[in-house]
């Protein structure tokens, strides 16, 4: 049997759960800080406000005018993860509306991102669930059968995602993090983040940020007679 029109391969092993709630305790902008890999375009943004996931991300790839590999592979997915959807550059077809919605939530998926537009935006908001997407969009895709790829490695808004990634997905957008480089990652995050708690403390007591930062000290070197 071929495997150029469809490939398929097994749901990735979890990212341990402990460091999952973890991150999800954390924000992208923090961890944009100092991390340069895995940071989807900013055109990918939230459909849904306030949401906040941390789960291990499966792939898929589907060409622009066929969801047919979608409507199948949503019946492997399920609690733990979230599907990134590769769009292979088509930026017209939705091919994530209401009933891929009411399906995935059937299927308990935590969220899911599309590298393209989606639809049914207020099926979306019914079903509460958490999804980005590049915007709206009413010309939808088709079951024509042509092909797709289940877990293979994929390209979201210019970030390179393999199967098993863990995905940080918040207001700001989303980022996907390697295994290997996620505990590296967790830890400077939450160091930051704490360090940032007592920065904001400061200027909430009345210390100005261009003190605090030493931008005011650098710009007074600068232009000293």
């Known amino acids: 049997m071929s495997n150029l029109i469809y490939k398929s391969n097994p749901m990735p092993e979890k990212i341990p759960?402990?460091?999952?709630?973890?991150?999800?305790?954390?924000?992208?902008a923090t961890i944009g800080h100092f991390y340069h890999y895995g940071f989807a375009s900013p055109a990918i943004q939230s459909v849904l406000p306030n949401k906040i996931i941390a789960a291990t991300v499966c792939t898929l790839a589907?060409?622009?005018?066929?969801?047919?590999?979608?409507?199948?592979?949503l019946s492997q997915t399920g609690p733990g993860y979230f599907l990134a959807v590769d769009r292979l550059g088509d930026e017209k077809y939705a091919c994530w509306g209401g009933g891929v919605t009411r399906m995935a939530a059937l299927m308990k998926l935590e969220g899911g991102c599309v590298?393209?537009?989606h639809t049914d935006t207020l099926e979306i908001e019914e079903q509460d669930f958490a999804m980005w997407s590049r915007g709206p969009s009413p010309v939808t895709t088709r079951l024509y059968n042509t092909g797709g790829g289940f877990n293979v490695p994929v390209c979201i808004g210019g970030a390179a995602v393999l199967p098993g990634y863990a995905v940080l997905a918040d207001p700001s957008g989303i980022l996907f993090i390697a295994p290997e480089d996620l505990d590296e990652v967790l830890e400077r995050a939450e160091f930051l983040t704490e360090r940032g708690r007592i920065s904001e403390a400061k200027i909430t007591d009345g210390m100005h940020l261009g003190e605090m930062s030493g931008a005011t000290a650098m710009i007074a070197e600068k232009t000293k007679a």
Do not use: F, N, W, Y
């Not at 759960?17 to 924000?27: G, I, S």
């Open 115 to 117: 590298d393209g537009p």
């Open 62 to 73: 589907i060409p622009g005018l066929d969801s047919t590999m979608l409507h199948s592979c």
């Open 17 to 28: 759960q402990d460091k999952l709630d973890r991150l999800a305790k954390l924000e992208t």
